[in-house]
């Protein structure tokens, strides 16, 4: 057994200060993420995780400015590859899901979105189709793609209204805001959204492969700890957590 720690005598023993790691995330990864973090602390009281969600091209112009992160979940593996090639990760770049887009209408909404497929978006009735802002968010580059593989984009151009990031699409079309909305598997499919709204998924082969990817940052003050987190989640129970959340896993289509 290893011999206990020995103090001087009057000598304060105080518990030592958790480890603090910082993340960046896709806002794609809001639920699952957030269950993964959860049951890694019970694991490793020792570590408390801080996460930020937004889009991933905003994070990575953040990141060439120096902001203090530890690790970057990406939804696209482009900005992740940047990082490395610019000398600002620490270790390789690590691919961990395939996201996927769907249609989202709210539970009463009159559009039979998963009889009419893409053809919802000419509806009528649809005035407003919320997407995220394909300027710097995977997932809105994703549903322009789509749109215009399966012909309806010129068509709904006009209509669409864009959100910072997917996360703030969902809460357009969830809040009336807009009539429909193309969002995240992973968000389709988390309590929050599954019990109040209906969908339809985008055919992988509509728009390009959305592989996500993180990278540990070389700036990172925690860099055990970071690539603790990053085995977790490429692990068992973090593929396990990401395909229940609607994720491809790595080497699936």
Do not use: C
Not at 63 to 77: H, R, Y
Request: glycine share 8%; charged share 25%.
């Amino acid at each position: 057994m290893a011999a206990l720690p020995a103090f001087a005598p009057g000598e304060d023993v105080k518990e030592s200060a958790p480890t603090k790691l910082s993340i960046a995330a896709a806002a794609d990864l809001k639920f699952a993420l957030d269950d993964l973090i959860k049951e890694f602390e019970e694991k490793y009281p020792a570590t408390k995780i801080n996460v930020t969600y937004g889009s991933s091209g905003n994070f990575f112009a953040q990141f060439q400015s120096g902001a203090p992160f530890d690790l970057f979940f990406s939804a696209d593996i482009a900005y992740p590859r940047k990082l490395a090639e610019t000398g600002l990760g620490a270790d390789d770049v690590f691919l961990y899901a395939i996201g996927r887009i769907v249609v989202w209408v709210p539970k009463d909404s009159p559009v039979d979105v998963e009889k009419l497929g893409i053809k919802a978006l000419l509806e009528p009735s649809v005035r407003k189709i919320a997407v995220a802002n394909p300027e710097h968010a995977p997932y809105g580059r994703a549903a322009v793609a789509a749109m215009r593989a399966l012909s309806v984009y010129d068509q709904v151009a006009s209509r669409l209204v864009y959100g910072e990031n997917i996360a703030q699409t969902a809460q357009f079309v969830q809040s009336g805001a807009a009539d429909v909305g193309i969002l995240a598997l992973s968000l389709a499919v988390a309590p929050q959204l599954r019990d109040v709204g209906r969908f339809w998924q985008v055919p992988l082969d509509a728009y390009p492969r959305m592989e996500q990817a993180g990278i540990i940052l070389k700036s990172s003050r925690n860099l055990e700890a970071a690539r603790a987190f990053r085995e977790f989640v490429l692990g068992d129970l973090g593929r396990e957590v990401l395909e229940h959340y609607g994720f491809y896993l790595p080497g699936k289509r």
